[in-house]
């Protein structure tokens, strides 16, 4: 198992930025990839940003290149995504996940979500 404790998030208004942190602990040595998602009301959740845990290759939504970065701490087992020129449309809860392989055997986990609110 793998637990995920995200962090972060709040109110902002447009234009400003915030800094979502994700702390995995448990079976972390399997783990092959972190990402973030959202999920804003009424809609479903869509893919935000990953990043590979072992060559750091980052993958981004195009909603959101630019201006959010991705990155990882291999040694605190934490992820972070970096938000600045905030909008409106990312409001929205946001989800830490987390991929790890065993064998042929393929496991997602999910954090709490944590709010982020971007007023105009």
């Known amino acids: 198992q793998v637990q995920l404790v995200e962090s972060g998030g709040g109110l902002v208004q447009a234009g400003g930025s915030l800094r979502l942190s994700c702390a995995a602990s448990?079976?972390?040595?399997?783990?092959?990839?972190m990402g973030w998602f959202r999920q804003a009301p009424g809609k479903e959740r869509e893919f935000v940003a990953a990043?590979?845990?072992?060559?750091?290759?980052?993958f981004y939504a195009d909603s959101v290149k630019g201006r959010f970065t991705i990155s990882r701490d291999n040694a605190k087992n934490t992820v972070y995504l970096q938000m600045n020129s905030l909008k409106p449309e990312d409001t929205a809860v946001y989800y830490c996940?987390?991929?790890?392989?065993?064998?042929?055997?393929?496991?997602?986990?999910w954090g709490q979500g944590t709010q982020v609110t971007v007023s105009s």
């Open positions: 990043i590979s845990w072992s060559n750091g290759n980052t």
């Open positions: 996940n987390a991929d790890r392989v065993v064998g042929a055997a393929r496991y997602s986990y």
């Open positions: 448990g079976r972390t040595f399997s783990i092959y990839a």
